[in-house]
């Protein structure tokens, strides 16, 4: 058997000088979940470690599976399954045709296809349509779905039947797919024959650098062979004859970059390319510091999320998993935690269940199983669709049930009910004739803050991880948007002056000044040096639905 290979040169650029910075042990595939009967048997687990390559700055697995050990029958990952990613795909299918401009049946690739999602959104334009996806379940699904799928991996022999087929395409797309190319020759070959001379090859994968900042390790798996920036990319295109015209950020799985490859001066460059490589450099992502750095809150991570959950578990709280994505495994069994912690694994994928995770073999049951036994805790390991699942899971909120984003730093929220954010009128206790004495607060605090803000600017729109805000209104009129954690289910409060508003820990806010407003800040941790940093937690902007 050919399990795989240690990569001992870089894949994009043949150097030796690969720096290892993060070792997150041994891992099964993460997709790879189990029958009953197949924990009866071994398994396989492949080292994850990351390096760096110092010479044109890919970020790689030190070990590479055979695809085929990958992307076999076992292969359960199903695209479409929520409303957040179909909606981002079928816009994303929108804005390309929009760009080009692209007459109707022009054909348009999808490597890696999966059920045929973001085709789907290119057929809605008028456009013929081909998916290749290797996994035989998959490739079924995607054909029952009416969408025309070979069950192919993309390579030189399968574009050139391609090409005879069904002529040549004016879009190739990957979306997550390039970044688990071992062999990147066969795929560039095969995409030189594929796509018309003036079409374009677009890739989409979660972003490095967000990766590193967002301590987003857990997106890290055998499956994931690279950790895609735009400078490697950008070196290794050049030398394939082709371009980068044009870069963006989208927010699906944490963020991801859409790269728009064309072939050499096919299409003008946009300026966004040369911005992306001046803020990888700016945050230093290609540093061995940050590099290390960002391994040592790894590890701390680690630290923190099974302290948590140990700390719920010894107090007689059931913790189970709410969705099981492959990233979950990461953390699991980077973390160790196993069925001693976590009773499940609640999942919407139909052909999951009745499986077992990979490595720590917890099982995979319906959705609505926490709907009857009500477990104190629900980990969201799905955390970048964290605002879908916990909108779909209200009533479990509702019902008592508390959700734990694990992603960027381990949090415990509640879903709509933001009732404990607290607003009171602050009476004076004292008057008499030189004026009145009010008793603002009785608590520990550790640090306080004055901020004016202007009529129709916006403040916050973040949460604190440890600290409780009290923000006490001296002038003005102030809107507050309160929602759980990410969640967007929002309580809108007016803010008065001589009213003080409490919001704990995981509460969502922002303050928009309807008149220039003054207003006290007091919060109970301190925030010294980086102490502001440590305890905020900014949410993306979303886009209204
Ligand atoms: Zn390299």
């Given at each position: 058997m050919n399990y795989g290979r240690i990569v001992e040169r870089c894949r994009m650029c043949d150097s030796p000088k690969l720096y290892c910075f993060l070792d997150l042990g041994f891992a099964p595939p993460s997709d790879a979940i189990l029958t009953a009967d197949e924990l009866r048997e071994p398994e396989l687990?492949?080292?994850?470690?990351?390096?760096?390559?110092?010479?044109?700055?890919?970020?790689?697995?030190?070990?590479?599976?055979?695809?085929?050990?990958?992307?076999?029958?076992?292969?359960?990952?199903?695209?479409?399954?929520?409303?957040?990613?179909?909606?981002?795909?079928?816009?994303?299918?929108?804005?390309?045709?929009?760009?080009?401009?692209?007459?109707?049946?022009?054909?348009?690739?999808?490597?890696?296809?999966?059920?045929?999602?973001?085709?789907?959104?290119?057929?809605?334009?008028?456009?013929?349509?081909l998916g290749l996806e290797p996994a035989p379940d998959i490739c079924k699904i995607a054909n029952e779905r009416k969408i025309d799928t070979l069950q192919e991996f993309m390579g030189f022999e399968v574009a050139k039947r391609v090409l005879r087929d069904y002529g040549k395409a004016k879009i190739v797309t990957g979306t997550n797919v390039f970044a688990h190319v071992d062999d990147k020759e066969e795929f560039m070959s095969a995409l030189d024959v594929l796509l018309d001379d003036d079409g374009i090859f677009v890739i989409e994968a979660p972003y490095f650098l967000e990766l590193i900042e967002n301590l987003e390790y857990d997106t890290i798996y055998v499956e994931h062979l690279e950790y895609l920036s735009v400078k490697p990319l950008l070196r290794y295109f050049n030398e394939h004859a082709m371009d980068i015209f044009d870069v963006e950020l989208h927010e699906i799985h944490g963020r991801s970059i859409r790269v728009f490859v064309c072939r050499?001066?096919?299409?003008?460059?946009?300026?966004?390319?040369?911005?992306?490589?001046?803020?990888?450099?700016?945050?230093?992502?290609?540093?061995?510091?940050?590099?290390?750095?960002?391994?040592?809150?790894?590890k701390l991570h680690r630290d923190t999320l099974l302290g948590l959950l140990w700390d719920l578990k010894r107090r007689g709280n059931r913790i189970v998993g709410i969705s099981a994505p492959a990233k979950g495994n990461t953390l699991l069994n980077y973390c160790r935690i196993g069925p001693?912690?976590?009773?499940y694994l609640a999942e919407k994928s139909v052909i999951k269940r009745g499986h077992y995770s990979?490595?720590?073999?917890?099982?995979?049951?319906?959705?609505?199983?926490?709907?009857?036994?009500?477990?104190?805790?629900?980990?969201?390991?799905?955390?970048?669709?964290?605002?879908?699942i916990m909108k779909n899971n209200d009533a479990y909120a509702r019902s008592g049930g508390r959700f734990i984003i694990p992603i960027p730093e381990p949090i415990v929220v509640t879903n709509s009910s933001v009732d404990d954010v607290n607003v009171?009128?602050?009476?004076?206790?004292?008057?008499?004739?030189?004026?009145?004495?009010?008793?603002?607060?009785?608590?520990?605090?550790?640090?306080?803050?004055?901020?004016?803000?202007?009529?129709?600017?916006?403040?916050g729109n973040h949460y604190h991880k440890r600290s409780v805000q009290h923000s006490y209104l001296l002038s003005g009129l102030m809107e507050v948007i309160i929602s759980a954690g990410t969640c967007p289910d929002a309580r809108k409060i007016l803010l008065k002056p001589g009213?003080?508003?409490?919001?704990?820990?995981?509460?969502?806010?922002?303050?928009k000044a309807i008149e220039d407003s003054f207003m006290i800040d007091l919060i109970t941790e301190s925030r010294a040096d980086d102490g502001y940093e440590r305890d905020v937690v900014r949410v993306p902007f979303k886009e209204a639905e």
């Open positions: 687990l492949f080292p994850l470690k990351v390096m760096q390559c110092e010479e044109c700055g890919l970020t790689q697995l030190s070990y590479s599976v055979n695809r085929l050990l990958l992307y076999g029958k076992k292969y359960k990952y199903e695209a479409s399954i929520t409303t957040t990613g179909k909606r981002h795909f079928h816009s994303m299918a929108d804005s390309i045709c929009e760009r080009l401009k692209l007459a109707k049946g022009s054909l348009v690739v999808d490597v890696g296809s999966n059920v045929g999602v973001l085709l789907e959104g290119f057929q809605k334009n008028g456009m013929r349509v050499k001066g096919k299409f003008p460059a946009t300026g966004t390319v040369q911005a992306f490589l001046d803020r990888e450099n700016q945050k230093g992502i290609y540093s061995r510091q940050v590099l290390d750095d960002f391994a040592r809150r790894v001693e912690l976590i009773d990979p490595g720590m073999h917890i099982p995979i049951v319906e959705e609505q199983r926490i709907y009857h036994d009500r477990p104190a805790f629900g980990i969201i390991f799905a955390w970048n669709f964290a605002d879908e009171r009128e602050v009476n004076p206790v004292h008057f008499d004739d030189r004026g009145s004495i009010t008793d603002v607060l009785n608590e520990t605090i550790e640090h306080v803050g004055l901020i004016e803000t202007k009529k129709g600017s916006v403040r009213q003080l508003i409490t919001i704990p820990p995981g509460r969502r806010h922002s303050f």
